[in-house]
């Protein structure tokens, strides 16, 4: 599933380096170099067409038509048409804690661990962790492997730790994943990009079909439970039960991510000292709890991302492409009339996420994303830039190439956008179905994590390529891998021909 349709990844792994075909992200990084270097149009690969250590300063709206991008040395690049695909994970969260500066140790955040020399550094023993999240896990494991004394640390005013899924598949599934990537699994999640029709109603519609789908979920998230045993370790020295989610895994607020490792529970159980609490302040060689405080020769911050336009788009433009911006400057009328409505449909349509869970509810620091489709400001005069890989879903790769094709057949003309009414009111109707889908995590309303499949399917459709590519009951049980979208450029383009004609 880590690679595009018209490019494999045929990497021969060692045995001791997957686990369940899941394997080291290293691979992933040299498949997309391979990946570069081999794709070439016009006598020119995709690497010598990136502009490397070029970053963009601005981007401008030219009074002509499309755009003006200031980027390096204050160069300018014009353009009639523009995608900004700088997605979600670009610039680094690193929070403001008091004290900062009187820390001695090394604060950084989890984008700079692999290029650290920590492991194997002796003079770090002490290493705080940061963060509730899969990167945090991951970060506290490979610490106390390494032999380090490892303190992971998460709010108490956070949305807590994350879930985590077991890595292995049954039947004919390999692993979870598969599992997860397929229709029959994206059924059980209520979802408005679920075309509406039987299955909707067979599974939703009824309150004995909800009472059995909430059944199916329970069942998962005891089978993601129970290889922890968060309350049967009796380790309460290390405060293990500290890692047991807040919600269940159904509602994603907590975030979730896969356990890829046979020995993962058993190390963290015995050598990480998991604490729920909010960080008071630094001081020389400690970090200062609600609580406790512990020794840190590191602080390593596990702690998310900031939105990556924010660097060179100004707030007013943000506001107007349908971008993230202050509450206060979304706060208009039309918004809230349509949010209102759209949680209403969303509620009568999906009756079971009328009543989630006890959780953390935070108050939004900004808006949410208004993009059409995820990608389109609902604005027409903005009709000539979109936004790629502005979702969180948990396969980048699937998402990226059917968004680049609905890009491409948007900006040949060939998609009969609904009226600017009418856009808003699906963007809406998104955005409250987010947020009560996936409840903090959905804030944003751009949360589709069991989403993929269906979203997917809807892009496709629109551009005139069959979503549905596998014979028969396949289509519902199998997974949907990256070797189903082969073909889709060609089908496109014969589609186009048609219309051209």
Known sequence: MACFSDFPLTFSLRGDETYYNFFPAKYVTQYLEIFA??????????????AFNSPVKEIQKSKEGGWHVLHSDKQRLSTSKLVVAAGLTSQPNIPILPGYGSFAGNIFHHKDFGFSSILANSQVKHVA????????????????????????????SGSGPAAFASAQGFGPYKNSNELLYTRLAASLSPSVWMPRGWIERLLHGTAVSRRLVDRIWARIDADARRPADYDGR????????????????????????????????????????????????????????????????????ATGWRPSYISFIDTSLAHGL??????????????????????????????????????????????PFRLYKHMLSTDPTYNDILFLGHI???????AAEVQALWATAHFDGLLHAPSQANMKKEVALGVAWCRRRYLTKGELGHWLYYDLIPYTDALLAEVGVKG????????????????DLKGIVGEYLDHKALQDR
Not at 326 to 341: G, I
Not at 353 to 361: K, W
Not at 392 to 398: C, D, E, L, S, Y
């Open 322 to 367: 349908g971008l993230p911006t202050s509450t206060d400057v979304e706060a208009k009328p039309e918004w809230k009339d349509l949010d209102s409505a759209a949680d209403e449909e969303v509620l009568t349509r999906f009756p079971s996420l009328r009543n989630p869970p006890p959780y953390h509810a935070s108050s939004p620091m900004s808006s």
């Open 129 to 156: 962790v940061l963060g509730g999240a899969k990167s945090a896990a991951d970060i506290a494991y490979a610490c106390a492997k390494a032999g380090k004394l490892v303190s992971w640390i998460i709010r108490a």
């Open 234 to 301: 009796h380790n309460e020295k290390n405060g293990f039960s500290n890692l047991k989610p807040d919600t269940p895994i159904f509602w994603q607020n907590d975030s979730t991510g896969v356990n890829q490792r046979p020995d993962f529970w058993d190390v963290i159980a015995e050598k990480v000292k998991v604490y729920r609490q909010d960080i008071v302040k630094l001081e020389a060689s400690s970090v200062v709890l609600t609580k406790d405080k512990i020794e840190a020769d590191a602080l390593i911050c």
């Open 37 to 50: 270097d081999s794709k070439i149009y016009a006598e020119k690969s995709l690497r010598q067409r990136i």
């Open 468 to 483: 549905h590519r596998k014979i028969g009951t396949r289509d519902f049980w199998a997974p949907c891998v990256a070797e």
């Open 392 to 398: 969180a879903v948990g396969n980048n790769f699937r």
